[in-house]
C-alpha cells in the first residue's frame, strides 16, 4: 500500500518561489549548506518545475516562478516587493551563519545581535529575496524576564 505521506514529508514544508531556481539551488548549498535531494526541470531544461532541498534535518521545496509562461501575475518576492515569510534556522554560531551566507551573495538585514528573548540573532535576505534568520540560545528566560526585557527595549 503507498504511503499518503511520504516518509520525511511529514509536517509543513516551505515551499520557496523564486526567479532563477537553478542559481538559488547553487546559491543555498553554498551560503546554507543545503543538500540538493531531487530537481525537476521544465521539458526544455530552463525552468526547475520542483526541487526538494535539505538544511539539517528540515525540507524546503523550490521552483521557479512560471507565473509569466501561465499568464499569471508573478509571485517572486522581487515582484512582490518582498516576502512574508522568513525561513528560521537555530545554528550554533550565529555570526558565522550570517558571515557564510554574506559570503556567499546574501545582503545582511538585520546584523546579530543578542535579542530580549535569549537568542543571538540576526538575518539575511538572500539574491532572489527571501529572508533567512539565524539563531543562536544563548540565555534560557522565563516569560517575566522575557516581557521586562522587551519593555526595556522597546522603551
Request: aromatic letters at 10%; glycine letters at 10%.
Amino acid at each position: 500500500m503507498t504511503n499518503p505521506i511520504p516518509e520525511g514529508c511529514e509536517g509543513v514544508i516551505p515551499h520557496l518561489v523564486v526567479q532563477g531556481a537553478a542559481d538559488a539551488i547553487d546559491f543555498y548549498k553554498k551560503a546554507f549548506g543545503a543538500e540538493e535531494l531531487c530537481r525537476m526541470t521544465s521539458p526544455d531544461g530552463a525552468m526547475v518545475m520542483h526541487a526538494e532541498m535539505q538544511v539539517g534535518g528540515a525540507k524546503f521545496y523550490l521552483c521557479d516562478d512560471f507565473g509569466e509562461c501561465m499568464n499569471m501575475k508573478a509571485r517572486h518576492p522581487k515582484a512582490l516587493g518582498g516576502s512574508t515569510v522568513t525561513m528560521h534556522q537555530y545554528v550554533r554560531d550565529c555570526d558565522a551563519a550570517i558571515a557564510k551566507a554574506e559570503k556567499a551573495g546574501a545582503t545582511v538585514s538585520m546584523p546579530a545581535m543578542d535579542a530580549f528573548w535569549g537568542d543571538r540573532y540576526g538575518k539575511v535576505t538572500d539574491p532572489f529575496g527571501h529572508e533567512w534568520a539565524f539563531a543562536t540560545h544563548i540565555k534560557d528566560m522565563t516569560p517575566e524576564e522575557m516581557e521586562k526585557a522587551a519593555a526595556a527595549m522597546f522603551g
